[in-house]
């Protein structure tokens, strides 16, 4: 069925989800997963700034690889840098790079201006990959 998963997760409550699900799907299937977190930063007038401590997201992924391995799941880990705004392509980018047959992340929650605006990563990375995509709320 699935022969590589592609596990986005951030540090938010939802990535434990997204690691249960994942960690159920593989040892289903027997696929490989591969954990990516983007370290998001923003521009601030000319300067970009980290929004996010590399120590921090790095332990993100370190956390998330650790579950995994100690269920028995085959997994690997990336952390990723981009602009907030390029998120979603960043994982979708990855996601073929790594030949993914399934996306797994938490829908994210936005204020009511931000999903106006279409902030949402889960729904950019639905809408713009050919590959399947799990919300796993």
Do not use: C, W
């Not at 994942?22 to 997963?33: D, Q």
């Not at 993914?100 to 605006?117: E, K, N």
Request: charged content about 20%; glycine content about 8%; overall charge negative.
């Amino acid at each position: 069925m699935y022969k590589r998963i592609l596990a986005a997760v951030d540090n938010s409550p939802r990535s434990d989800r997204v690691l249960e699900t994942v960690e159920n799907l593989a040892k289903l299937t027997g696929a490989a997963v591969d954990v990516v977190h983007v370290g998001a930063s923003q521009v601030v007038y000319d300067t970009v700034v980290q929004v996010e401590d590399e120590q921090e997201a790095q332990a993100v992924v370190d956390n998330a690889l650790a579950k995994l391995k100690e269920a028995g799941v085959t997994a690997r880990g990336e952390l990723l840098t981009g602009l907030r705004g390029d998120i979603s392509s960043i994982i979708v980018e990855r996601a073929h790079e790594f030949g993914s047959d399934l996306i797994v992340l938490g829908p994210a929650h936005h204020t009511q201006l931000g999903v106006l605006v279409g902030e949402s990563v889960s729904e950019k990375v639905a809408l713009h990959t050919p590959t399947s995509v799990l919300l796993a709320v």
